[in-house]
């Protein structure tokens, strides 16, 4: 079988969970012995992406604006990339190269799966671009669609709004490869960023309005003063609002607690999870969370928000789900970081919770039996 997975940026900065979803999927499916090739921008091509993307085949188009992921329509590559493929992924919404896709895809009569990976609502910037994208293609794209995958519960809900019949929707979440999480030494992520032996609550994720880290920022300043040994650390990019928090840490006048280190990765990341208290999902959209994974497979219990899509974390008794407003994260701010016995015992939950449901092995294979269906002289499973 060949695969041939389309997403506009595979950049683990810019490119959040969909980049990764899009990678670990890839790697993957190229262990079971799928073919599979990368349609992508050249955004964030090296490094560790490169290096996971072994046994992969990835075809870069020049990209021509990274606001808005412009690139050159008529590129031959991008004719040839569907034309080899057997069954097409389609990755995220609002963009080009899924519109071009699409297109190309249609004419040469390709099957193809989409997956928006919780980008399907109008919300945050852009909300009439996105409104016209809908009306040229956006909606064409869904509804063409061999299959609709969703990645969590509430992205069934999406597609519904969209006129997506429900026998046409696939659920398929996120995963976690442990392997990527051995190496990461806690003490050495507090030594790096000066946190010392403090208790932190951890945010990792685009500093980016719909990720929520303003009303993360806002609960943890309502409850600093009941637990003053606690810091409070933003593990992500520049998304548009570092200056904000930063203006509203000082206000708080939480500036010696409150820390913003940047996107941080590999040995970092696995080193801030294992470190911190708790990890805090604020988001006020999200279809499921790739770090609730990430951390599940540390040990570290989560608070998350019931716009996440996976309230089963609560179910499972490795975190807790809260409104996504400032009072419900300071509510649940309060009682987790009252009862340290009680978050030792949810990380342990939640990594046992995340081993059994959340490998990306089991994600792939979720995803080969879904292409099989449409490619039914070339099975292969995992």
Known sequence: MKVLNVNATLDPVSGGGTAERTLQMSRFLARAGVRCRVLTLDIGLHGDPMHALSGVEVVRLKCLSRRFYLFPVRDPRIPEAVRWADVIHLMGHWTLINATVYLEGRKQAKPYVFCPAGALPIFGRSRLLKALYNGLIGRRIVHGASACVAIGTNEREHFLQYGIRPDRITL???????????????RDFRSRFGLGDAPFVLFVGRLNLIKGPDLLLRAFGRIAHLFPEAHLVFAGADDGMLASLREMTRQLRLDSRVHFPGHVSGPDKVGAYR???????????????????????CRTPVLITDQC????VEEAGGGK???????????????????????????????????MHFLWQATAARYLDLFNRFVPDAKTAI
């Open 172 to 186: 398929i979440p996120n995963g976690v490869d442990p392997g990527d999480f051995e190496a990461g030494d806690p």
């Open 321 to 355: 789900v809260v409104p996504a407003t400032v009072d419900g994260l300071e509510s649940g701010l309060a009682r987790m970081l009252a009862d340290v016995e009680w978050l030792s015992t949810m990380g342990a939950r939640l990594e046992s919770y995340t081993r």
């Open 309 to 312: 899509g996976f309230d089963q």
């Open 275 to 297: 470190a911190a208290r708790l990890l805090v999902v604020p988001s006020r959209q999200e279809a499921m969370s790739i770090v609730v994974l990430e951390a599940g497979i």
